[in-house]
């Protein structure tokens, strides 16, 4: 399978602890973004990187919040200190190019349930 | 405020039916509107791209219009199956990077 990979699919975490997530974005895409879901919304841009740069951050991103992409490869978004607030449905997609009409590939999604 | 809207309620028709989709925006100047489909517990899927300067774009049983003066788009699915059931998303594509900004869909049920 050669589309976007997300891992873990489901993660379920007590208030207070930390949280990883990791993205295999498609190998020759160079832009790779998170996305947040909650239920009834569509997704909501949370950060994107291009190679291993990440050019920018939404206001949505608190300073728990920590994504990298060392190599211009995989990436990882960490939540520190999770709150039930936290909940949601974390998307990955990847693109290709720096011009604007290429689409998005997203993953599967790594749903985050905070008790 | 920026926003982009679409029809909140469910759309239930009729298989064989054409589903009609509205997206409207207020405050963005898109060069592109894309939409995608989304299943549930499922990343969204690509679906068709538009530029602000093409009227329509057809793909198959799919057709989107985009109107930058009424600052809207349309998305119809013609001879619609129960196999489309499923939530449709448009995306604007605004800023640096491409990152899309999406309206909060609309669930689409065929029935037989």
């Known amino acids: 399978d050669t589309g976007v990979s997300q891992d873990p699919r489901h993660k379920i975490t007590k208030r207070g602890q930390n949280v990883t997530f990791r993205c295999d974005p498609i190998s020759e895409h160079n832009r790779l973004y998170w996305y947040r879901q909650t239920l009834g919304q569509g997704p909501e841009f949370l950060t994107y990187?291009?190679?291993?740069?990440?050019?920018?951050k939404s206001r949505l991103l608190s300073d728990r919040f920590s994504a990298e992409r060392p190599k211009g490869s995989f990436s990882t978004l960490e939540i520190q200190r999770t709150e039930q607030g936290d909940s949601a449905m974390y998307l990955c997609a990847s693109s290709l190019g720096h011009k604007m009409n290429t689409e998005a590939f997203f993953g599967q999604g790594t749903r985050l349930t905070v008790v | 405020s920026q926003k982009i809207e679409q029809n909140s309620e469910a759309l239930n028709i009729q298989e064989g039916k054409t589903a009609t989709l509205t997206c409207n925006y207020t405050n963005y100047s898109p060069a592109y509107l894309q939409w995608y489909r989304q299943d549930p517990g499922r990343g969204p899927v690509f679906l068709l791209l538009?530029?602000?300067?093409?009227k329509e774009k057809r793909k198959e049983r799919l057709k989107v219009t985009f109107d930058t003066t009424l600052k809207q788009s349309l998305f119809h699915i013609t001879a619609s199956q129960p196999a489309d059931s499923a939530t449709y998303l448009c995306?604007?594509?605004?800023?640096?990077?491409?990152?899309?900004?999406f309206g909060t869909g609309t669930q689409l049920k065929v029935e037989l």
């Open positions: 995306a604007l594509t605004t800023g640096g990077g491409n990152k899309l900004t």
């Open positions: 538009i530029r602000e300067n093409e």
């Open positions: 990187f291009q190679n291993e740069a990440q050019l920018e």
